[in-house]
């Protein structure tokens, strides 16, 4: 083991919003990108990510969870544009200068509350039809 490096060691979850939110800006500052970036452009790249995700799924059928018969090829490429989504989506709020980490807490309390366990056969499942 390369004891020289100072990569850091964490599990492969152990990944914060807060972390990714930094490295981009930083990526996009030391490229002189902050400029770009305003909140409709990085809407808008978001949405031509979005456009890319779907092309994966386009015209294949239902998929099976777990995607058992993927290639490693396809689930790498399904990894990345999952994560151009998620990047785009991050700076996003970052220049709308929102905390989306806890906004996303906070509406999973509002669902929670929209949707109580009592009433979810009903009501979500009403969703579907
Ligand atoms: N102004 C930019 C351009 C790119 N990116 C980052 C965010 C995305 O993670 C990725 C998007 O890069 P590309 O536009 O090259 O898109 P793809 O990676 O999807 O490549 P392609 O469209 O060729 O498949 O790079 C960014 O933050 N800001």
Not at 73 to 101: F, N, P, R, W
Not at 110 to 120: Q, W
Request: charged share 25%.
């Amino acid at each position: 083991m390369d004891k020289s490096c100072k990569c850091p060691t964490r599990s492969p979850k152990d990944v914060s919003l807060q972390e990714l939110r930094d490295r981009l800006a930083e990526f996009a500052q030391v490229r002189g990108w902050d400029q770009y970036h305003s909140p409709r452009n990085l809407l808008l790249a978001l949405v031509g990510e979005v456009g890319e995700l779907s092309e994966i799924f386009q015209w294949k059928g239902e998929v099976a969870k777990g995607l058992p018969n993927w290639t490693s090829e396809d689930k790498e490429h399904l990894e990345e544009e999952l994560s151009d989504v998620l990047l785009y989506l991050i700076q996003l709020a970052d220049v709308c200068g929102l905390d989306l980490g806890q906004a996303a807490l906070t509406k999973i309390v509002k669902n929670a509350t929209k949707y109580p366990i009592s009433n979810t056969n009903q009501r979500a499942t009403s969703n579907y039809n």
